[in-house]
């Protein structure tokens, strides 16, 4: 009897391939609110006499959809898409390279720690860690342009090329396609938080299995973003102020480091603002890892089985060369000597 095949591995850049296609399509569909929190966490509260000026206070949005309404009413539905390519080319590269950089990370760790068992929280925590160190360093110049596009009116707007050249030649020179690095591996417990409590909690939900139904994959995706969006969100709205136009206030003076940007916003707008952008931060975080964790583990199952497909197909072909060098053996001519 042969011998029962094992379930097709699709190594790490298969789940990077997935991983990422789940990403694209589920920030596509909720674009307009990662611009809209992006514009709430840059803007300064104005002060009382700029109240008083019906430009400066026309200038703010006060929340969500009133932002979603101004932007739609002035600039069409269009400008809600504003620098959408840039952003779903970075959400591309940073989750092709988190996946495969977790993917590796994971299989190091069992073959040299000889773990028979699933990883604790810590150790989770930590290797979604280092994966998404090792992503930010190869990503994060897609982020800062995205950044730039998203908080630059209409009539400044321009494209990836024409914003990664004003970025260049700005105060920091080409470094300054890495504004906001440290603040960014900081930022690297978001992800593992996410993908940690969302290891976690597939295990204790639902043991021993290998496929969640996408419902299931939603729930488990949207539970774990929210988590980890309320505990990092004082550094998310640092890490965007750094890597945006400095405020008027500033007078074109950019900030040198998430600190600043956090002492900057609690001395002119209070501790609560190191929070602005919550709401459509966590709605879209919610939705986002949800979809992205629904499509992810779809797509990793076409995978598995297109490989498996690939795989059948070889032995096939394998088996005919066989039969047909056996055949030619036996309709040999004998040479007489």
């Keep these: 009897m042969a011998a029962q095949s094992k379930p097709a591995p699709i190594g790490p850049w298969g789940k990077a391939t997935a991983g990422a296609a789940g990403a694209v399509l589920a920030n596509a569909l909720v674009y307009p609110l990662d611009l809209v929190k992006t514009k709430l966490q840059v803007q300064v509260k104005p002060t009382n006499a700029e109240q008083t000026d019906s430009k400066a206070a026309e200038a703010h949005y006060k929340g969500t959809w009133d932002a979603i309404s101004r932007i739609a009413s002035a600039e069409g539905v269009a400008g809600l898409y504003a620098g959408m390519s840039g952003s779903l080319l970075g959400v591309a590269s940073t989750n092709f390279a988190y996946f495969y950089w977790y993917s590796i990370v994971r299989t190091v760790y069992f073959k040299y720690a000889k773990a028979t068992s699933q990883p604790s929280t810590v150790v989770e925590l930590s290797l979604g860690a280092v994966a998404g160190a090792l992503a930010q360093l190869f990503t994060i110049p897609v982020a800062v342009i995205t950044t730039r596009q998203q908080t630059q009116s209409k009539e400044e707007r321009k494209g990836i090329i024409d914003t990664a050249r004003e970025v260049i030649e700005g105060e920091d020179g080409i470094s300054g396609l890495w504004r906001g690095l440290k603040a ?28 969640l139904s996408p419902l299931e994959a939603f729930a488990l995706g949207a539970m774990s973003k929210a988590l980890a969006t309320i505990v990092t969100q004082p550094l998310i709205v640092a890490k965007v102020g750094l890597q945006s136009k400095p405020p008027p206030v500033r007078q074109g003076k950019p900030f040198k480091s998430f600190v600043e940007v956090m002492q900057f916003i609690i001395a002119n707008e209070g501790p609560l603002s190191l929070f602005k952008g919550i709401g459509p931060q966590i709605l879209k975080g919610l939705l986002v890892q949800g979809i992205l964790m629904m499509t992810k583990e779809r797509v990793e199952l076409m995978f598995i089985l297109f490989v498996r497909y690939l795989q059948v197909m070889r032995s096939r072909r394998v088996g005919k060369a066989g039969d047909l060098a056996a055949a030619a053996k036996l309709v040999a001519p004998v040479t007489v000597k």
């Design 184 to 211: 960014s591996l900081v930022l690297v417990v978001n992800p593992s938080i996410t993908y940690g409590a969302y290891e976690r909690l597939k295990d204790v939900l639902f043991p021993g299995k290998k496929n």
